[in-house]
């Protein structure tokens, strides 16, 4: 029966890579968390002269490397000064004077808060549209051979955590005599190295990923210095330093923690020594428990600091949901996979205990529980709509995902099935094991028809016989290699017996099954943490709709997402100036969350600068009308020319905020 299992195992393992490969092969470039909402001067907007320079505003803070915004004119030459400037959202660089007539292209290169690269370009026109002979490459930064290696380093480094923390967990908490069996070991060590080496090439690829996407620039020792000095940096360096703690953790775990459960068992059960043995592998355990758990959240931490949970609303809430999130998920799905060692790979003296199954199988619910809350929060934080459910990339995945965990529970419940008729099995599999055969007075017969007699002699079958006495005074060698043939034959007579009990044949299958549902589960999880998330695609599609509005009457409209830095900082301000000429005009402020609804701030003040005249700024305190609306009536713009209208925004009584963007009035 092992001779047919074992292809079918190695064919089903290959499958399930290969579809894992190909959900990662078929990935577009990451997308970013952060979306161009606005620009002054706006996509495909004709000006009649030319502006100072190029505004550009995102959905959240970014960060630039140097000569990451540029202008390009017609001929594909440079048109900016190369100095972009700017915090968090909005980055402006300045234009070259006498610049002529034409449309010019503004291309950006950034990294979002959450560590994902954004790349894009558009026009302008100066005067009237032109042809233009610039080629803006696509597929650079986060794309290409470079993506695909960083996108395969993010899935080694996840499935890394989970085979560490879930194999370590399932060992310590669920079967502690299985701290001595190789397989468990052996898997454990393996996710370790996995996912030291998966952060070692993340590191090393982060710079030519968020930059050329040249796999010549892996080892640029400058881009590895600029990205140790990111918050993606910090917490790979982070992970590689909890690694090293890590790798203590597993040599006390598989050292001195499985001598004394062995210490333990060969006391005998009884007396002064197995108390004493029992003792301190109660002492071992709880400290490697606390150092465990330290070290796991650790981990997950140096992934919910650095990537989607650190941004958007509620950080401080989704960071240690995204710790439990995590934890949870290895303690399900690694521990699977030592399940899985164990039922294939445990030796026949050290066989899986029934109770070892049943302890993996109330963590693993509790471990589904856990899962379903914090990913209810997830979805809601990232989603936010059905709309964007059903209409973004991110939800379409999320919901892949979730059918997946669906069916992972379906068939998780077939293994709780299964585990709960192994008890007996294995307790009348064990004395079948044990019970020797009648061969006749003082001997027995053994699976193969060999005879052992009560002195100890051996019979093979063939009519030789040889009784310890000759053994030992005659023939050392003969004597040995039929100790180990007697040896040989009782362990394949015991895994017969072991591998020929169906309840255990019934669940290695189920949590094969498991086994090949997570490892697509974890590929669709690891493109959904490379997924602009539904909620910010949604606001960012809205934003750059209403920023471009503008009224037949010539009334300017400009939306400022703003961030104050506190708990309820974050909105976007919309100005609406009418007609927007030299003259009188009508001022109007609204102030809205994140998530289009009135955000009644303390105060709101308004200032217009014309920095080509020198003149300004003009400082304008609106009305409150009502809630997130402020208004002014006869607000006099002298000029016409490029006006920076800046707003300042305070949210309390020490947070507040001032956004500009520039536009022409006249």
Not at 531 to 546: I, K, V
Request: proline share 4%; net charge negative; glycine share 12%.
């Amino acid at each position: 029966m092992t001779q047919t299992i074992a292809p079918r195992v190695r064919s089903l393992v290959l499958l399930l890579l290969a579809v894992a490969a190909a959900l990662l092969a078929g990935a577009a470039p990451a997308s970013a968390h952060a979306a161009l909402t606005s620009s002054d001067p706006r996509q495909g907007a004709v000006v009649g002269k030319a502006p100072e320079q190029v505004s550009l505003t995102f959905s959240e803070t970014v960060s630039l490397s140097d000569d990451a915004l540029r202008v390009l004119d017609p001929k594909g030459g440079r048109a900016d000064t190369g100095e972009a400037r700017g915090t968090g959202a909005t980055y402006t660089v300045k234009l070259r004077p006498g610049l002529p007539d034409g449309t010019y292209t503004v291309s950006y290169q950034v990294v979002s808060a959450d560590s994902h690269p954004v790349v894009g370009a558009f026009t302008f026109s100066i005067g009237a549209p032109s042809a233009t002979t610039v080629t803006v490459p696509e597929g650079t930064a986060g794309g290409g051979a470079v993506g695909f290696l960083y996108g395969v380093g993010r899935y080694a480094s996840y499935a890394g955590f989970i085979v560490l923390v879930g194999g370590a967990a399932f060992a310590l908490a669920c079967w502690p005599r299985g701290t001595g069996v190789r397989a468990v070991q052996r898997l454990v060590v393996s996710g370790w190295v996995t996912l030291t080496a998966a952060t070692l090439g993340l590191l090393l690829l982060r710079g030519s990923y968020t930059t050329s996407g040249k796999l010549g620039d892996v080892f640029d020792l400058e881009l590895l210095g600029q990205v140790l000095q990111t918050k993606t940096g910090a917490a790979l360096v982070s992970r590689l330093l909890l690694l090293a703690a890590a790798a203590l953790f597993i040599a006390v775990l598989f050292g001195a923690y499985a001598k004394r459960i062995e210490g333990e068992g060969g006391a005998g059960g009884e007396g002064e020594d197995a108390d004493e043995a029992a003792k301190e592998a109660r002492d071992l355990a709880f400290g490697l428990a606390v150092g465990g758990v330290v070290v796991a959240a650790g981990l997950a931490a140096s992934w919910a600091m650095a990537e989607h949970a650190s941004t958007g609303i509620q950080p401080g809430v989704a960071m240690p949901v995204d710790v439990l999130h995590l934890l949870a998920v290895a303690a399900w799905l690694g521990g699977l996979a030592a399940l899985l060692a164990a039922l294939y790979r445990a030796p026949v003296e050290a066989p899986l205990e029934a109770t070892a199954v049943r302890r993996f199988s109330r963590v693993a619910f509790g471990s589904v529980l856990v899962l379903v809350a914090t990913g209810l929060y997830q979805s809601w934080r990232q989603v936010g709509s059905w709309s964007a459910l059903t209409g973004t990339r991110y939800g379409q995945l999320l919901c892949l995902k979730a059918g997946l965990v669906v069916l992972l529970v379906g068939i998780a419940w077939f293994s709780r099935r299964w585990t709960g008729q192994l008890a007996d099995t294995v307790t009348a599999g064990a004395e079948r094991e044990k019970a020797p055969v009648a061969a006749g007075a003082g001997g027995t017969v053994d699976a193969d028809g060999g005879t052992v007699d009560a002195s100890g002699g051996m019979e093979d079958g063939r009519g030789g016989s040889v009784d310890a006495g000759e053994r030992d005074g005659v023939d050392p060698e003969r004597a040995a290699q039929l100790a180990r043939q007697r040896a040989a034959v009782d362990a394949a007579r015991q895994k017969r017996l072991r591998d020929a009990d169906p309840t255990r044949y019934g669940l290695r299958r189920s949590v094969l099954a498991e086994a090949g549902v997570a490892v697509v589960l974890l590929a669709v999880t690891t493109l959904l943490t490379s997924t602009e998330p539904g909620r910010t695609e949604e606001e960012a599609e809205a934003a750059t709709a209403a920023s471009a509005q503008t009224s037949a009457t010539g009334t300017v409209t400009l939306d400022m997402p703003f961030d104050t830095g506190a708990r309820d900082g974050r909105g976007v301000v919309r100005i609406d100036l009418d007609p927007a000429r030299t003259g009188a005009n009508d001022l109007h402020v609204y102030v809205t969350r994140p998530n289009g609804r009135a955000f009644d701030v303390p105060e709101v003040k308004v200032a217009f600068t014309l920095e080509s005249q020198d003149i300004g700024p003009l400082p304008v305190v609106p009305d409150h009308i009502t809630t997130g609306h402020w208004s002014a009536s006869g607000v006099q713009i002298p000029m016409a020319g490029e006006w920076k209208i800046a707003v300042t925004v305070r949210t309390s009584d020490i947070d507040q905020v001032t956004v500009d963007k520039n536009t022409q009035i006249g």
